[in-house]
């Protein structure tokens, strides 16, 4: 019935998104469509009767569209898979199935479909040859795909619950990323994406491979297929044979030891050898989190990013939860400092419990603080619990996306009002909690000497600067060769925004995934930043390459940096030094 791989020791090339090496079988992840069973009368039965055919007619056309794709770009395998496909879905099981229970049971047409394929693929599933038992998934792949139709949603990206698996999809959603550790996958490969996505930050924070970009990948690759996810190098390996395999398991092993050496040598504060102070903290998703964070040595939390707690749920959490939330991160710090960011809701972070008008530009449109603006019910009830939570431990909360002066103002009346109201009810709190800013706009990092008289200190979150700065979609990996720390507009633009801050006393973190790249501690530490937040597992090798310099030699090699014109000349300046320097610290699996 199918035609035979060829797949074998093929690589698949896209974007490293988070470091490691996964090893395991395939299992291509398409979100299921939820469906409730909707009854019809029997005058509309014709109707829609016609409405499946079309369907079908409609998702037949996607995939003979696909799959003239793949075959001009010759992958040949995922052309020939579709055409089964094809076959497949015009087979009378579906079509005709679906027909009778539209007219026997007089039921919609998208829910007589669920039963007829659910039914089908239960029956492949319990066949006992493994082949036959794998065309479970992909009766099921077809029958997600007519429902889709049917019902006119999107294209599929997502995740189902796997085991033990390495997941393959379109594209991986910061609510699919959140639920892959339950669903025990190991890795993940997906077509689209970016590697300063959310979803990338969530896989690297779980300590997940994570290749994005990975174009023809779907069609490639069957379920079962055994798969390596080269989260370092941004390579997928198909059906590896077994010295591959072992040569993988290897690195795997090097990269583990190499973490341990580089923890090793962990005690006390962090200084560069002419004393100056550098703070290293985490950047942390969820309370569990904080015991790894310090245990990495993370001096505090640097960034909480709250809204991942409550992505992939049907009702945002109310004030009590929250206040729980925030207690523990307190608690399990025994008295070291967290910085809570409000919701950072809108963009791709679409939370499943509110709606977001995203518009036609949603990174553009309402996210962070201006979706605090239209639901101030939302965000007075997040306020009201980190003021309350501030009783229990040092807490400082900080606003997401702020372009200006006017929205911070009033986001700070809200606080404002916030502690009348919390004083009014007599409860205990620290009613001078510092309010900062994240700086993620060019606006405000143009405006930080402003924003200073109302911020009590600023973090820059470098993966929106860049993405706002360069007019470059982080989720998007065509433009991913935009993403240049080191590109003399963005340096400028830090200068501008460190200089501003500090000219006025206020002190300045960078939170963003620049922070967490060994590669850049000299030219952020030389551009006054002293204060670095990155997921926990970057703070030993950042840790020892500060040791191991001079506060001088990072600000020389940042001026010689300064002068140059293009992105490339910079990096090789940096990189090579950085290189030759901290070979250990720099090393990739
Ligand atoms: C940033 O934009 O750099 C940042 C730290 O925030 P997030 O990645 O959550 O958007
Ligand atoms: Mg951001």
């Known amino acids: 019935m199918y035609p035979t791989m060829g797949t074998a020791g093929r ?3 896209g974007v490293a998104a988070s470091d490691g090496i996964a090893i395991g079988q395939a299992r291509v992840l398409v979100p299921r469509v939820v469906v409730i ?11 829609e009767v016609s409405r499946l055919r079309q369907a079908v007619i409609a998702t037949d056309g996607q995939l003979a569209s696909l799959s003239t794709r793949l075959e001009a770009e010759h992958l040949h395998e ?54 036959l038992r794998e065309r479970g998934a992909d009766v099921e792949a077809i029958g997600e795909r007519l429902l889709r139709t049917l019902l006119g949603l999107p294209e599929p990206s997502g995740v189902a619950s796997a085991a033990g698996t390495i997941g393959i999809g379109s594209v991986l959603s910061p609510v699919d990323a959140l639920q892959l550790p339950h669903s025990g996958l190991v890795g993940f490969a997906a077509e689209h994406g970016g590697k300063t996505s959310h979803a990338a930050i969530i896989l690297r924070a779980l300590d997940i491979p994570l290749v994005v970009g990975a174009r023809g990948l779907v069609a490639a690759v069957r379920p079962g297929d ?37 923890k090793a040598g962990f005690a006390g504060p962090t200084t560069t050898l002419d004393g100056v102070r550098i703070e290293l903290a985490a950047n942390i998703e969820a309370p569990s989190e904080v015991g790894g964070a310090l245990e990495f040595g993370a001096e505090c939390v640097g960034l909480f990013r709250t809204e991942l707690l409550y992505l992939d749920r ?24 967290a910085t ?11 939370p499943v419990a509110v709606q977001v008008a995203g518009g036609a530009n949603p990174s553009l449109g309402v996210r962070a603080i201006r979706f605090a603006r239209r639901r101030p019910d939302i965000f007075r009830t997040q306020i009201r619990a980190l003021y309350r939570a501030s009783a229990l431990g040092p807490l400082r909360i900080m606003f997401p996306l702020v372009s200006g002066i006017s929205e911070l103002e009033e986001a700070r009346r809200a606080c404002a009002e916030i502690v009348e109201e919390l004083s009014r009810e007599g409860m205990v709190f620290a009613p001078d909690v510092p309010i900062g800013v994240m700086i993620e706009t060019p606006s405000a990092a143009l405006c930080t000497d402003h924003l200073a008289e109302r911020s009590s200190f600023f973090s820059i979150g470098t993966n929106d600067l860049i993405q706002y700065a360069f007019a470059a979609d982080r989720e998007n990996e065509d433009v991913e060769y ?3 720390p ?9 200068k501008t925004a460190i200089d501003g801050a500090r000219g006025a006393g206020k002190p300045v973190a960078v939170c963003g995934d620049m922070a967490g790249d060994p590669a850049f501690t000299w030219v952020l530490v030389a551009l006054g930043v002293r204060s670095l937040s990155m997921a926990p597992r970057f703070i030993p090798a950042v840790r020892s390459i500060i040791r191991a310099s001079t506060l001088a030699e990072m600000e020389a090699l940042l001026a010689q940096a300064l002068l140059l014109r293009s992105e490339v000349e910079v990096e090789e300046l940096v990189l090579d030094v950085m290189r030759r320097r901290f070979p250990l610290e720099l090393a990739k699996a």
């Open 11 to 13: 690589t698949v090339r």
């Open 37 to 47: 069973d909707r009854p019809i009368s029997a005058d509309t039965v014709p109707a």
């Open 78 to 131: 995922g052309h020939l898979i579709l055409e089964v496909h094809r076959l497949m879905l015009r087979d009378d099981a579906v079509v005709e199935g679906a027909r009778r229970l539209i007219e026997t049971q007089e039921i919609a047409a998208e829910s007589a479909v669920r039963r007829v394929i659910d039914s089908i693929s239960a029956k492949f599933k319990s066949m006992e040859d493994p082949y």
């Open 226 to 262: 055994t798969l390596v996810v080269d989260g370092s190098r941004g390579e997928v390996i198909l059906n590896p044979d077994g010295d591959t395999v072992a040569r993988y398991e290897e690195r795997r092993r090097g990269e583990r030891s190499r973490t341990r050496a580089l």
């Open 314 to 337: 049907p009702e945002l959490p109310g004030e009590e939860e929250q206040f729980r939330d925030a207690v523990a991160v307190l608690t399990a710090l025994g008295g070291r400092p």
């Open 340 to 350: 809570f960011r409000t919701l950072d809701i809108g963009g791709e972070k679409l």
């Open 482 to 484: 935009l993403y240049r």
């Open 486 to 494: 080191l590109h003399p507009a963005l340096l400028r633009l830090l």
